[in-house]
């Protein structure tokens, strides 16, 4: 029988915080399961580590409303008193959503669903709606051929349908939703998706606020 049992957290990280990089939120989160008291359990060997594992990063500058979590403890704390300990001890911008038991595979992980909110006087609905269904938005990235590293260009378009994404306006602001692929083979990065759009506008629009908002498996039931 195994010495510990895992556990999956969703937590947020908003506000200010969506500008901490992924490393240093592991540092965050990893000091504050520290200070909180959960009976940690360790990786062994020369340097024992607490074991926790952030299945999908979440893009520098995009806020994140659920964000999973997985940790391994050494007893069988109910998942409320855990919620409990460690929301006193998170910092300022990130908060405990839920804490449960494992139900999928963070292999599982496939789509993500996020919001791209711009002010209405600077972009319009059907600006926008233009925009995203003009099939030629497009980014690129770093990648590797034979070890080197090479400037890739990817046609976001190709990812985007009919129902993978609407547009709604809503008071002073227009928001498009749209889910993306999000898994170790094909990771679109929401931040390049906004970008593209500015580019394709030929703007200088900066969105009100970027947010990640679910995860996804490949038949779009939500990670849990």
């Given at each position: 029988m195994s010495d510990f049992?895992?556990?999956?957290?969703?937590?947020?990280?908003?506000?200010?915080?969506?500008?901490?990089s992924h490393l240093d939120t592991v540092r965050t989160v990893t000091r504050a399961v520290r200070r909180c008291g959960m009976p940690i359990w360790y990786t062994e060997g020369f340097n024992p580590r607490p074991y926790l594992d952030f299945p999908r990063?979440?893009?520098?500058?995009?806020?994140?409303?659920?964000?999973?979590?997985?940790?391994?403890?050494?007893?069988?704390t109910p998942y409320d008193k855990i919620k409990e300990m460690l929301s006193g001890e998170m910092p300022e911008?990130?908060?405990?959503v839920s804490v449960a038991a494992p139900y999928m595979k963070p292999k599982e992980?496939?789509?993500?669903?996020?919001?791209?909110?711009?002010d209405k006087n600077e972009i319009n609905r059907e600006k926008l709606?233009?925009?995203?269904?003009?099939?030629?938005l497009k980014t690129e990235k770093i990648g590797k051929i034979q070890g080197r590293k090479v400037i890739k260009t990817v046609d976001i378009s190709s990812y985007i349908t009919e129902d993978s994404h609407k547009i709604i306006e809503d008071g002073d602001f227009v928001r498009l939703d749209i889910t993306l692929p999000c898994s170790p083979d094909t990771n679109i990065n929401i931040i390049h998706v906004a970008k593209a759009i500015d580019e394709y506008l030929k703007t200088d629009i900066v969105p009100e606020n970027i947010r990640r908002v679910r995860l996804y498996d490949m038949n779009m039931s939500e990670f849990r």
């Amino acid at each position: 029988m195994s010495d510990f049992r895992t556990v999956r957290i969703f937590f947020s990280k908003t506000g200010r915080a969506k500008y901490i990089s992924h490393l240093d939120t592991v540092r965050t989160v990893t000091r504050a399961v520290r200070r909180c008291g959960m009976p940690i359990w360790y990786t062994e060997g020369f340097n024992p580590r607490p074991y926790l594992d952030f299945p999908r990063a979440l893009p520098l500058g995009a806020e994140g409303l659920n964000e999973p979590l997985d940790v391994r403890i050494t007893d069988n704390t109910p998942y409320d008193k855990i919620k409990e300990m460690l929301s006193g001890e998170m910092p300022e911008g990130f908060a405990i959503v839920s804490v449960a038991a494992p139900y999928m595979k963070p292999k599982e992980i496939s789509f993500a669903s996020y919001e791209i909110i711009y002010d209405k006087n600077e972009i319009n609905r059907e600006k926008l709606t233009g925009a995203v269904e003009s099939g030629e938005l497009k980014t690129e990235k770093i990648g590797k051929i034979q070890g080197r590293k090479v400037i890739k260009t990817v046609d976001i378009s190709s990812y985007i349908t009919e129902d993978s994404h609407k547009i709604i306006e809503d008071g002073d602001f227009v928001r498009l939703d749209i889910t993306l692929p999000c898994s170790p083979d094909t990771n679109i990065n929401i931040i390049h998706v906004a970008k593209a759009i500015d580019e394709y506008l030929k703007t200088d629009i900066v969105p009100e606020n970027i947010r990640r908002v679910r995860l996804y498996d490949m038949n779009m039931s939500e990670f849990r």
